[in-house]
C-alpha cells in the first residue's frame, strides 16, 4: 500500500526555468510532509518541509505547497540550477506522534543547460 | 556534510548469513532511525531507537534488529540473510524534540547479498 506517491520517475528542465515536483498521499493523518534530494552516493539531504496546517512554504528558490483537500503537494524551484539536478524525495510523517517517515519513489530532476 | 556516518559503505554477502551495519548520529541527537532503500524505490523505515530502546518499527520481520549504545552510536542486525535483503541502507539521527526537520542521513551502506 503505497501511501505517498511520487507518479513522475524523471523530469526535464532547462535551466533557468521553474521545476515543478508533485507528490500525492493517501493517508489524512499525516501532519507533516518534506522534501529531500539526494544526490548518487550520498545520503538524503533535508530541503524544506511544511505542516499540514499551512499550505505554503517558502525558502529561497524552493517554495512548498500543500492541497489537503486534493491530497497533493508540490516542490516549487525557480529559478532552477544545474546543481539541482538529483533525486527528489517526498515524505510525510504520520500523526499522533509517529516516529516514521513514509517516502515516495522519488523523481529524477535534470536540469539542462 | 551531516556528521552522521554509516560503516561500512560497501558490503557483500551470501544468503544465510549475518550482517551488522554500524551508525555514528551527529553530535547533540539521541535518536536513530533506520530505513532500507530498495533500487528505483523511496526508502522505508526499518525502526527508530531513542535513548538505547526501540520507539516504533516498520513492516520488517523479526530477523532485523537492532541496538543503541550510550553515547546514541547504533547497529542494524540482519540475520539469514536473502536475496531482497540487498539494499541501499541508511542511518537518520534527529533529537527527539524535533520534527524530521532535524534528521540528518548518513551516506549509507550498500549491501549486495548474493
Known amino acids: 500500500d503505497q501511501q505517498v506517491k511520487q507518479n513522475s520517475p524523471s523530469l526535464s528542465v532547462q535551466e533557468g526555468r521553474i521545476s515543478i515536483l508533485n507528490c500525492d498521499y493517501t493517508?489524512?493523518?499525516?501532519?507533516?510532509f518534506l522534501w529531500y534530494k539526494k544526490y548518487p552516493a550520498e545520503g538524503p539531504t533535508f530541503l524544506i518541509s511544511?505542516?499540514?496546517?499551512?499550505d505554503k512554504n517558502e525558502d529561497g528558490r524552493f517554495t512548498v505547497f500543500l492541497n489537503k483537500s486534493a491530497k497533493h503537494l508540490s516542490l516549487h524551484i525557480v529559478p532552477s540550477q544545474p546543481g539541482d539536478s538529483a533525486v527528489y524525495f517526498c515524505?510525510?510523517?504520520?500523526?499522533?506522534?509517529?516516529?516514521?517517515?513514509?517516502f515516495g519513489q522519488g523523481t529524477r530532476l535534470t536540469i539542462n543547460p | 556534510e551531516t556528521g552522521v556516518t554509516q560503516s561500512p559503505t560497501h558490503l557483500i554477502k551470501t544468503r544465510g548469513q549475518q550482517v551488522t551495519l554500524r551508525c555514528s548520529s551527529q553530535?547533540?541527537?539521541?535518536?536513530v532511525s533506520w530505513y532500507q532503500q530498495a533500487l528505483g524505490q523511496g526508502p522505508q523505515f526499518i525502526f527508530q531507537?531513542?535513548?538505547?530502546?526501540?520507539?516504533g518499527r516498520g513492516n520488517f520481520p523479526p530477523r532485523f534488529s537492532g541496538l543503541q549504545f550510550p553515547n546514541y552510536s547504533s547497529e542494524l542486525n540482519v540475520n539469514a540473510l536473502e536475496l531482497d535483503d540487498s539494499a541501499l541502507y541508511l542511518c537518520?539521527?534527529?533529537?527527539?524534540?524535533?520534527?524530521?526537520?532535524?534528521?540528518?542521513f548518513g551516506q549509507g551502506t550498500r549491501l549486495t547479498v548474493v
Open positions: 515524505a510525510a510523517r504520520g500523526g499522533q506522534g509517529a516516529q516514521k517517515l513514509v
Open positions: 537518520a539521527s534527529s533529537s527527539r524534540q524535533g520534527t524530521y526537520t532535524e534528521a540528518f
Open positions: 511544511i505542516s499540514s496546517i499551512k
Open positions: 553530535s547533540g541527537h539521541n535518536t
Open positions: 531507537y531513542y535513548r538505547e530502546e526501540e520507539n
Open positions: 493517508n489524512s493523518m499525516f501532519d507533516y
